[in-house]
């Protein structure tokens, strides 16, 4: 299929970002929604941050109080038996059965603006900043999804409670309102189609057991876009594919006259990160149409197959410009790239 990745990829970088307070550092911009406003594309960063360590004994890790309503710092000495450093995203308690106690870093929500979809304006302050308990450790990859004249932002909290899903909506991305969390533990890529279908609101998901089965794709369905249920499965892992190990939604769903598309992430047994696509009935967006057989865009450029989390693709939104779907990709959890096709190139991959 034709699909050109930008040639002067990636648009954004980590350097490209003021950090939101001056003791921390920026270590990565990526995982961006996208949505056109106006004349303007938005993407809204995920802006992920570390504290500039002052002490080579101590790791000093980010956490937002909800009892004060601060920003803390607290130090964990790195000769404490009780912690393992050894993975630098985490702080693993040894006596604790999460996968972490800490993260190193955390994670917000920064707006950049651009008219061309080429050249973004970063703003200096965050637009969406951990604010409550459910959000202490930081939050992380936004979607946006317009209904009406409203913008829906789904993004994952996490905190010391697990990973839970956050729903707020701007009118001019300026402002913005919480709206709550609308998924629980553990749950996250989440994205909302664009209008009711047969008067119902829809979502795809991915919740994970902490018994058995893999992460997969599932499907809800909503008449406030608060409250959801009627849960089920709608695409699983293949064995032998390359999404065989996980699959999450991706791209807030694109209507077309064959299909809704939905461009997900799957991961294979290299853990590695490419993007395929789903066509789901207009009708019935829980009955599939058409699948990926073979990805529409892999890891293969060195600033893709190195960096923070290598061989990562991971879009969270694109943009309709001009006939061409502009993708925005998040890069081995550290910039964002651009990637360029059609709708039509990448429906003729799944309509024989």
């Known amino acids: 299929m034709n699909i050109i990745k930008y040639k002067y990829n990636p648009i954004i970088t980590f350097k490209d970002v003021v950090p939101s307070n001056s003791k921390f550092q920026v270590i990565g911009a ?26 080579e004994k101590c790791m000093e890790v980010p956490i ?30 040894m006596d604790s059965n999460s996968d972490f106690s800490y993260l190193t870093s955390m994670s917000h929500i920064r707006l950049a603006r651009s008219k061309d979809g080429f050249n973004f304006k970063i703003d200096d302050k965050p637009f969406i900043f951990p604010d409550n308990k459910y959000e202490s450790f930081g939050i992380e990859d936004p979607r946006i999804t317009r209904i009406d004249d409203n913008y829906y932002i789904t993004y994952s909290a996490v905190s010391n409670y697990g990973i839970v899903v956050g729903l707020a ?42 018994s058995t089965g893999k992460p997969i794709i599932w499907i809800s369905e909503s008449n406030d876009l608060i409250h959801w249920g009627n849960h089920e499965i709608l695409a699983d892992t293949r064995e032998n594919y390359w999404d065989c190990k996980k699959i999450g939604a991706g791209v807030p ?10 461009l997900y992430h799957g991961v294979d047994e290299n853990e590695h990160y490419c993007m395929g696509a789903l066509l789901l009935q207009l009708d019935c967006p829980k009955n599939i149409i058409a699948r990926s ?41 550290n910039s964002i790239g651009l990637a360029i096709t059609s709708i039509d190139d990448i429906l003729n991959t799944l309509i024989k």
């Open 30 to 55: 990526f995982n961006a929604g996208a949505i056109q406003y106006n004349e303007e594309t938005i993407l809204l960063l995920r802006v992920a941050e570390r504290v500039k360590q002052s002490d």
């Open 64 to 93: 937002f109080n909800n009892e004060n309503r601060s920003l803390d710092i607290m130090n964990i000495s790195r000769e404490n038996k009780n912690y393992d450093f050894t993975d630098s995203r985490v702080v693993r308690r």
């Open 169 to 210: 909506v701007t009118k001019d991305f300026k402002n913005y309102k919480r709206l709550g969390n609308i998924f629980s533990t553990e749950n996250k890529d989440v994205v909302i189609f664009p209008e009711r279908i047969n008067g119902k609101y829809f979502a795809l998901n991915r919740p994970v057991s902490k």
């Open 253 to 262: 769903p694109i209507k077309t006259k064959h299909g809704w598309l939905e």
């Open 293 to 333: 057989e073979t990805p529409i865009l892999v890891p293969s450029e060195s600033y893709e197959t190195e960096g923070f989390f290598p061989n990562v693709i991971f879009s969270c939104g694109a943009v309709e410009r001009c006939d061409k779907l502009y993708i925005y990709y998040g890069i081995s959890d």
